[in-house]
């Protein structure tokens, strides 16, 4: 294993002799590739196939067809609610959570990161132990506070804002902690630099820092949305009685939670995939940047 | 970090009135946060301990309901003895079980996330970054969506797995369709007095892992390539063998970059709710609920709000021992490369 890495460099990559040893790798990789694509290609082969809930049995079935798409985007619950309707309240909450938890967290790991103040200490414990709670343990005093809120016919936690508050709450920790760790890797020269040149904090804030730390704003807008478009737990708690503000997680928990009879599996399986196929092509335009955004706020942080 | 810590020095000592300014700059930029987290982060849990010491219950929730009683510590009591209307409640059994699945899967997800960064990293590998591209993309998959496939997968009649190992069986061995119910099969697999370890805990185990280990592997490559090749050659001079150079180069420099990886999947995984809720519902018989799915049925199916919080509490300070000893051994470690 380690032999070759040393002379590789020496006798160049193409030496008779290095086939075997190439084709072993490729077919080692070949193999993790499929462990990881199996569950994906087989819930595609399950939504194509046109038997619906009888027994999908092979990857590659016959008559193949859209059938379970156009049904699932015609009626994806029991319920008269659209597929449109549905994705319409997800994204309602997603790009909320999204828009919040940047903006406010840009601002707070700016501090955290630049300036130098009383209290500092204590609050960003503070922050990291919120980020080490999970959402649920927060769950029943935001159910009753936030039902407080009635004005009128409104009621806040009823309301595709009150999901959004609350899955805010546990977002915009992790939103600060992962800018903060990206500005720690900004040199602080440049700043210095505008200061020298007559810039203000915020200005120094708004045109040195915030362009140069675009990549990490667009992977926690991602991760924010990707939080807000499959939410499920404040959802199904807080607006399971109005079928007008059901979101997509709830209508799929709804083919295949413990209630569900029997599960339409060719629809199910349509419906996941209309649902994690936009997070993933935005994730493909992402790549680059959620990789070393992750690994540098990860390690630094 | 290291920008941060490097300028003081170089910097002129400021004055009073400099720093206050700084001060008050920074309280500034905070002010949107501390305001949002203060109403929906802080005071519900605040709030959440005063609940967790009343009965607050369904009828309190009304508009213009009567206060809650006060209780005292009935609800932590109630916990403690099991006195729960939840099927097969066992607080020392769930929160052992939970401990072992959040760290049965950090030690895979370690394992693996390494090997395969080693394998990518051999040198003269091609399609490298082809390979790279794929296995990252269990991460970006909703956890929903791969809590229930995998729940699709498992399932006795429809099933992959099933329907592979019975196509292996049946090539193997002649033997019948596999009709195994991973996830409801009541006889546990592993069985240590309380301590229950059903089929569905592999199930989930096995999508979990799936999950986990490509994130792993993206920080452990990320830190194989800040390897110095040159450290290589010197360990080879001195006539190192694979084995050794692993264990004197490649280690120390996984170990930092690792350790929080660890720590931070340890949390995440101990309070995994997809994967529990979804594809196993935390059955068979309650062996593979987690604290989380628990807290979760206490306020959505029970309705006993005060119970809920209390519960809480005991996952806080369940939690807060956690991140303790996590930390005194990642400093432990940080003392060791140091």
Same mark, same amino acid.
């Given at each position: 294993?380690?032999?070759?890495?040393?002379?590789?460099?020496?006798?160049?990559?193409?030496?008779?002799?290095?086939?075997?040893?190439?084709?072993?790798?490729?077919?080692?990789?070949?193999?993790?590739?499929?462990?990881?694509?199996?569950?994906?290609?087989?819930?595609?082969?399950?939504?194509?196939?046109?038997?619906?809930?009888? #027994?999908?049995?092979?990857?590659?079935?016959?008559?193949?067809?859209?059938?379970? +798409?156009?049904?699932?985007?015609?009626?994806?619950?029991?319920?008269?609610?659209?597929?449109?309707?549905?994705?319409?309240?997800?994204?309602?909450?997603?790009?909320?959570?999204?828009?919040?938890?940047?903006?406010?967290?840009?601002l707070?790991?700016y501090?955290?990161?630049r300036l130098?103040?009383?209290?500092?200490?204590?609050?960003?414990?503070?922050?990291?132990?919120?980020?080490?709670?999970?959402?649920?343990?927060?769950?029943?005093?935001?159910?009753?506070?936030?039902?407080?809120?009635?004005?009128?016919?409104?009621?806040?936690?009823?309301?595709?804002?009150?999901?959004?508050?609350?899955?805010?709450?546990?977002?915009?920790?992790?939103?600060?902690?992962?800018?903060?760790?990206?500005?720690?890797?900004?040199?602080?020269?440049l700043e210095e630099a505008a200061t020298v040149d007559g810039a203000g904090r915020f200005q120094a804030f708004r045109y040195v820092i915030l362009p140069l730390?675009?990549?990490?704003?667009?992977?926690?807008?991602?991760?924010?949305?990707?939080?807000?478009?499959?939410?499920?737990?404040?959802?199904?708690?807080?607006?399971?009685?109005?079928?007008?503000?059901?979101?997509?997680?709830?209508?799929?928990?709804?083919?295949?939670?413990?209630?569900?009879?029997?599960?339409?599996?060719?629809?199910?399986?349509?419906?996941?995939?209309?649902?994690?196929?936009?997070?993933?092509?935005?994730?493909?335009?992402?790549?680059?940047?959620?990789?070393?955004?992750?690994?540098?706020?990860?390690?630094?942080? | 970090?290291?920008?941060?810590?490097?300028?003081?020095?170089?910097?002129? #000592?400021?004055?009073?009135?400099?720093?206050?300014?700084?001060?008050?700059t920074?309280?500034l930029f905070?002010?949107?946060?501390?305001?949002?987290?203060?109403?929906?982060?802080?005071?519900?849990?605040?709030?959440?301990?005063?609940?967790?010491?009343?009965?607050?219950?369904?009828?309190?929730?009304? +508009?213009?309901?009567?206060?809650?009683?006060?209780?005292?510590?009935?609800?932590?009591?109630?916990?403690?003895?099991?006195?729960?209307?939840?099927?097969?409640?066992?607080?020392?059994?769930?929160?052992?079980?939970?401990?072992?699945?959040?760290?049965?899967?950090?030690?895979?997800?370690?394992?693996?996330?390494?090997?395969?960064?080693?394998?990518?990293?051999?040198?003269?590998?091609?399609?490298?970054?082809? +390979? #790279?591209?794929?296995?990252?993309?269990?991460?970006?998959?909703?956890?929903?969506?791969?809590?229930?496939?995998? #729940?699709?997968?498992?399932?006795?009649?429809?099933?992959?797995?099933?329907?592979?190992?019975?196509?292996?069986?049946?090539?193997?061995?002649?033997?019948?369709?596999?009709?195994?119910?991973?996830?409801?099969?009541?006889?546990?697999?592993?069985?240590?007095?309380?301590?229950?370890?059903?089929?569905?805990?592999?199930?989930?185990?096995?999508?979990?892992?799936?999950?986990?280990?490509?994130?792993?592997?993206?920080?452990?490559?990320?830190?194989?390539?800040?390897?110095?090749?040159?450290?290589?050659?010197?360990?080879?001079?001195?006539?190192?063998?694979?084995?050794?150079?692993?264990?004197?180069?490649?280690?120390?420099?996984?170990?930092?970059?690792?350790?929080?990886?660890?720590?931070?999947?340890?949390?995440?995984?101990?309070?995994?709710? +997809?994967?529990?809720?979804?594809?196993?519902?935390?059955?068979?018989?309650?062996?593979?609920?987690?604290?989380?799915?628990?807290?979760?049925?206490?306020?959505?199916?029970?309705?006993?709000?005060?119970?809920?919080?209390?519960?809480?509490?005991?996952?806080?300070?369940?939690?807060?021992?956690?991140?303790?000893?996590?930390?005194?051994?990642?400093?432990?470690?940080?003392?060791?490369?140091?």
């Open positions: 294993m380690s032999r070759p890495l040393a002379d590789a460099h020496i006798a160049g990559r193409r030496r008779p002799g290095r086939f075997g040893r190439q084709l072993v790798l490729q077919l080692i990789c070949i193999a993790i590739a499929v462990t990881v694509l199996f569950p994906m290609v087989w819930i595609l082969a399950m939504s194509l196939d046109p038997r619906n809930i009888s #027994r999908p049995d092979s990857l590659f079935p016959p008559g193949a067809s859209l059938d379970a +798409y156009a049904r699932v985007i015609a009626r994806p619950t029991l319920n008269p609610v659209s597929f449109a309707r549905l994705a319409l309240n997800s994204v309602i909450i997603a790009l909320l959570i999204s828009a919040a938890s940047v903006s406010i967290g840009v707070a790991a501090a955290f990161s130098r103040f009383r209290g500092r200490e204590i609050l960003m414990i503070a922050i990291l132990a919120v980020l080490m709670l999970p959402a649920v343990a927060a769950l029943a005093p935001l159910f009753v506070m936030l039902g407080k809120f009635q004005f009128g016919t409104f009621n806040l936690r009823s309301s595709l804002f009150g999901v959004a508050l609350a899955v805010t709450a546990s977002q915009l920790p992790f939103a600060i902690w992962n800018i903060k760790g990206y500005l720690d890797t900004i040199p602080k020269e730390a675009t990549p990490v704003l667009a992977v926690t807008a991602f991760f924010g949305f990707i939080a807000g478009w499959t939410e499920f737990q404040f959802s199904f708690l807080f607006l399971v009685g109005d079928t007008n503000l059901w979101t997509l997680s709830m209508a799929l928990n709804g083919m295949v939670g413990q209630y569900a009879a029997s599960t339409p599996w060719s629809q199910f399986a349509a419906f996941a995939i209309l649902v994690a196929l936009p997070v993933m092509v935005v994730y493909m335009f992402l790549q680059r940047y959620i990789v070393s955004g992750l690994a540098i706020g990860g390690v630094k942080g | 970090m290291t920008a941060a810590a490097a300028s003081p020095g170089a910097l002129p #000592r400021r004055s009073v009135w400099q720093r206050t300014r700084d001060s008050r920074a309280y905070l002010l949107p946060a501390l305001l949002v987290m203060a109403i929906i982060t802080f005071y519900p849990l605040v709030f959440q301990v005063w609940m967790s010491f009343t009965d607050y219950g369904l009828t309190n929730l009304r +508009y213009n309901a009567p206060a809650p009683n006060f209780v005292g510590l009935q609800n932590y009591q109630r916990i403690l003895d099991n006195n729960i209307v939840l099927p097969n409640f066992d607080f020392l059994r769930i929160l052992v079980f939970n401990l072992f699945w959040a760290l049965s899967n950090v030690a895979f997800h370690l394992v693996i996330g390494v090997v395969v960064a080693l394998v990518l990293n051999i040198e003269g590998l091609r399609f490298k970054r082809f +390979y #790279r591209a794929i296995y990252i993309l269990p991460v970006v998959i909703p956890p929903i969506i791969v809590a229930t496939v995998w #729940r699709n997968l498992f399932d006795p009649q429809y099933g992959a797995i099933n329907q592979i190992l019975s196509g292996v069986a049946g090539i193997l061995f002649k033997a019948p369709p596999v009709t195994l119910d991973w996830l409801n099969q009541p006889n546990p697999i592993v069985a240590l007095g309380p301590f229950i370890l059903p089929l569905a805990y592999f199930a989930l185990l096995a999508a979990n892992v799936w999950l986990g280990w490509p994130l792993n592997s993206v920080v452990a490559t990320g830190a194989l390539q800040s390897i110095p090749r040159d450290l290589y050659e010197a360990a080879e001079m001195d006539g190192a063998g694979w084995l050794q150079k692993f264990r004197t180069v490649t280690l120390p420099f996984l170990r930092p970059a690792m350790l929080p990886y660890a720590i931070y999947g340890f949390i995440i995984t101990f309070n995994l709710f +997809y994967l529990s809720y979804f594809m196993s519902g935390g059955g068979p018989f309650g062996q593979t609920e987690l604290l989380v799915t628990i807290a979760y049925r206490l306020v959505s199916e029970q309705h006993l709000y005060a119970v809920a919080a209390a519960f809480a509490i005991f996952e806080f300070f369940i939690l807060l021992g956690i991140t303790l000893i996590t930390n005194r051994l990642g400093k432990a470690t940080a003392r060791y490369d140091a």
